[in-house]
């Protein structure tokens, strides 16, 4: 089994930064690539940042020059720092792995999401 854990969400203001944290566990030989996305109420789920096994990087054109994504392959662990928080970042945020499993190839898998509110 394979498991990813986001963590790191909450209350912000804007202007403020978060940081989002998201560890994967299980029976995981290697991850390729991994990335971030969020979706607000009656929206589409849409892609804010990707980060590839090899350090390649990703970001959508709405957070560009204020996020920024980063890995510890050791800790099986992405992260996204986000600066200039807007009210339109307001989302649940979900994390994305592309995991190699022992005795069942490469599978694509989803976080529980955690959700990121910015208002004063």
């Known amino acids: 089994q394979v498991q990813l854990v986001e963590s790191g969400g909450g209350l912000l203001q804007p202007g403020g930064s978060l940081r989002l944290s998201c560890a994967a566990s299980?029976?995981?030989?290697?991850?390729?690539?991994m990335g971030w996305y969020r979706q607000a109420p009656g929206k589409e789920r849409e892609l804010v940042a990707a980060?590839?096994?090899?350090?390649?990087?990703n970001y959508a054109d709405s957070v560009k020059g204020r996020t920024f994504i980063s890995r510890d392959n050791a800790k099986n662990t992405v992260y996204l720092q986000m600066n200039s928080l807007k009210s339109e970042d307001t989302a649940i945020y979900y994390c994305?792995?592309?995991?190699?499993?022992?005795?069942?190839?490469?599978?694509?898998?989803w976080g529980q999401g955690t959700l990121v509110t910015v208002s004063s």
């Open positions: 980060i590839a096994s090899g350090g390649s990087t």
């Open positions: 994305n792995a592309d995991c190699l499993v022992l005795g069942r190839g490469y599978l694509e898998v």
């Open positions: 299980g029976s995981i030989v290697s991850i390729g690539g």
